[in-house]
């Protein structure tokens, strides 16, 4: 079966920075995808990777290696804006978005 | 200012009861997508449709039916809501298959 593993949760300092690791196992790789979702509201996009390493987005990046079937999302200069949940979803052979369950960041003063 | 609009933001509704939980994009977007988000649970995929006039089953499509008369509304009906079907349902939308996803703000349903 298909699968994407994340942390169910993390917790970090305010300033600070965190990686939160998404791992995957699908029938098919066409692209990752990293949400942001606050607490009550919509997913927003983040950032995409359909191919190896690196991608920097202001005070995120996301980091992709498809024969390790991982990514991470690394957020530097925490907020406490950034407390939210990660969502990893990756794009298997047919175009269908798996989703992983999200990692719920806390980040504290 | 242009995005999905979804209605109704919550409901509650007696099981056996029939509901269609309205979605409207105003971006032009080809693609829609209804998803379903359960506690513990990625998002899961119900019906989506790639243009006006076409469907396709994810998922989950059991218990649920949707259409695309035209571009912006696709409306996601439960013809006999069961408890199960209690959950936070969002509708997306995305200019072709396989671009990043827009988000209505989702509709919380619960199912008595």
């Known amino acids: 079966g298909q699968n994407i593993d994340q942390p169910t949760e993390m917790t970090a300092t305010e300033g600070a920075i965190v990686q939160i690791n998404c791992t995957y196992q699908?029938?098919?790789?066409?692209?990752l995808f990293w949400y942001q979702q606050h607490a009550g509201e919509a997913p927003t996009f983040l950032s995409y990777?359909?191919l190896d390493g690196l991608e920097e987005k202001g005070r995120f990046s996301s980091f992709l290696s498809r024969s390790k079937g991982y990514s991470y999302l690394l957020l530097k200069e925490l907020q406490m804006k950034d407390s939210a949940s990660y969502l990893c979803a990756v794009r298997d052979s047919n175009y269908q978005l798996i989703w992983g369950a999200g990692t719920k960041l806390i980040i504290k003063p | 200012i242009a995005g999905i609009t979804q209605a109704p933001t919550s409901q509650i509704l007696a099981a056996g009861r029939r509901m269609t939980l309205r979605c409207t994009q105003d971006?032009?977007?080809?693609?829609m997508y209804w998803y379903r988000q359960d506690l513990g649970l990625g998002l899961r995929l119900i019906h989506y449709?790639?243009?006006?006039?076409?469907?396709g089953k994810g998922e989950v499509p059991d218990g649920y039916s949707v259409s695309r008369a035209n571009t912006d509304d696709f409306p996601l009906t439960l013809a006999s809501a069961v408890p199960s079907q209690t959950s936070v349902y969002f509708c997306a939308s995305s200019p072709k298959e396989g671009s990043p996803l827009h988000f209505g703000n989702g509709t919380r349903l619960t199912v008595t």
């Open positions: 990777n359909v």
């Open positions: 449709s790639n243009t006006a006039g076409t469907t």
């Open positions: 699908t029938s098919g790789f066409n692209g």
């Open positions: 971006m032009r977007h080809n693609a």
